[in-house]
């Protein structure tokens, strides 16, 4: 068997999507996804003029091989570009050979480890009263854990709560503008945090997301102040490239800590698995280099006794969620997915045998991993630009977003 093609496919149902097509000879075909939100043709044209007429007479089953030679061969690693190319190519060899082996990705992971996947979805309001609107509708799509993100008082826009990009008059878009104090996050986030466990009880797993916009020292403040309510995570308390800011952080508060979804190689993650520094490792498959690194991420990660929390949110396409859920389903040290649902067009533009009930996914029986392309739906949904946000402080500074 050798692989024959290597297309890009660019799709745009709602947000933008990168998948990755591998054909064989055999006629068996593989999909990997290669989404880097706001940055998405940079890895198109990596993987289309760089990666695939690479791939081209290879034979998929080696996927160790190629995954270290994209790696390696290249010279210059690394990086969010790289490495959402080489997950396209890994993942989609994975799907090849399983399909192959005509069983779901799973079975080839070692089976399961779970009957079912828990899930966590995401939560927002202004205020307090459209915040538990928002965890209600969640509850009532059977979501069992819920992430709070809220407005905060004498800000306009901030991270979770929405908003909508700035348009230029020749109908150009920049990314949308968000506005920060970090006082005034500080001062309020217990008090909503009070007023969810009064509302919703004691027993509802809640998380919160800092995303990277506090320094060590204020991210041990609103642990600890964070810490009668109970909190199943703080994510992203502050920039992790510090990884040595997070002994503070550890040492002032017991609230769990979840870092990674901007990591893209085990490297970035060696100081604070090695000193159990977190306890839920984040990164996305897409974003990693796919299921084979990202598999011995996670078994690194067990032996100091930290789980899984494989990043899923709107712009990891239904083919990255679908290699997620099928790691979650076989690794021991599994913690919990986030999942934040697609728009129906998404779901008929990326047929997927992944299911959703209860709160809990599954990845389904079909072989490989269970999703289909329908490439002539995509079409009709052309790359539309957009960006992330940027964040600025009151008197004009960028800060973390």
């Known amino acids: 068997m050798k692989i024959v093609d290597a297309s890009v496919v660019v799709t745009s149902p709602g947000r933008?999507?990168?998948t990755l097509k591998i054909t064989t000879d055999d006629g068996v075909t593989g999909l990997g996804d290669a989404t880097l939100n706001g940055r998405e043709l940079a890895?198109?044209?990596?993987?289309?003029?760089?990666?695939?007429?690479?791939?081209?007479?290879?034979?998929?089953?080696?996927i160790e091989d190629t995954w270290q030679s994209l790696y390696r061969g290249a010279y210059w690693r690394r990086g969010p570009v790289t490495m959402a190319a080489i997950a396209a190519v890994d993942v989609a060899l994975w799907d090849i050979k399983a399909k192959v082996a005509n069983l779901p990705l799973y079975q080839?992971?070692?089976?399961?480890?779970?009957?079912?996947?828990?899930?966590?979805?995401?939560?927002?309001?202004?205020?307090?009263?459209?915040?538990?609107d928002s965890v209600r509708a969640r509850l009532e799509q059977g979501y069992q854990s819920i992430r709070i993100q809220t407005g905060i008082p004498g800000l306009q826009r901030v991270y979770g709560v929405g908003g909508e990009p700035d348009a230029l008059p020749d109908g150009r878009v920049r990314p949308l503008v968000e506005d920060w104090d970090t006082g005034a996050y500080l001062r309020h986030m217990p008090s909503v945090f009070e007023a969810v466990r009064n509302e919703f009880g004691p027993e509802l797993p809640l998380l919160h997301d800092a995303h990277h916009r506090l320094t060590p020292l204020q991210a041990a403040r609103l642990g600890k102040d964070l810490e009668p309510y109970d909190l199943f995570w703080l994510e992203d308390c502050t920039p992790a490239e510090n990884q040595e800011g997070l002994r503070l952080v550890r040492s002032h508060t017991t609230t769990p800590l979840a870092i990674g979804e901007v990591f893209n190689s085990?490297?970035?993650?060696?100081?604070?698995?090695?000193?159990q520094l977190i306890d839920y490792v984040r990164a996305a498959v897409t974003h990693f280099g796919g299921v084979s690194p990202i598999r011995k991420l996670f078994d690194f990660a067990a032996q100091q006794q930290i789980k899984?929390?494989?990043?899923?949110p709107e712009d990891i396409s239904p083919v990255g969620m679908a290699a997620a859920i099928h790691l979650d389903l076989a690794i021991h040290n599994f913690g919990i997915?986030?999942?934040?649902?697609?728009?129906?067009?998404?779901?008929?533009?990326?047929?997927?045998?992944?299911?959703?009930?209860?709160?809990?996914?599954?990845?389904?029986?079909?072989?490989?991993?269970?999703?289909?392309l329908d490439e002539e739906l995509a079409a009709a949904h052309p790359y539309a630009p957009a960006y992330l946000p940027v964040n600025r402080l009151a008197d004009g500074t960028v800060h973390d977003w």
């Open 108 to 132: 080839l992971l070692g089976g399961a480890s779970r009957d079912r996947v828990r899930t966590y979805g995401h939560a927002s309001g202004r205020d307090a009263p459209e915040l538990f």
């Open 266 to 275: 085990i490297h970035d993650f060696r100081t604070l698995v090695n000193e």
């Open 308 to 312: 899984s929390a494989i990043h899923g």
């Open 43 to 62: 890895v198109v044209s990596y993987l289309r003029d760089h990666v695939a007429p690479l791939l081209i007479g290879l034979d998929p089953h080696r």
């Open 337 to 372: 997915q986030e999942y934040a649902g697609y728009t129906a067009a998404t779901d008929e533009v990326f047929r997927h045998a992944y299911t959703f009930t209860d709160g809990h996914l599954h990845p389904g029986e079909a072989p490989g991993l269970g999703v289909e």
């Open 16 to 18: 933008n999507f990168v």
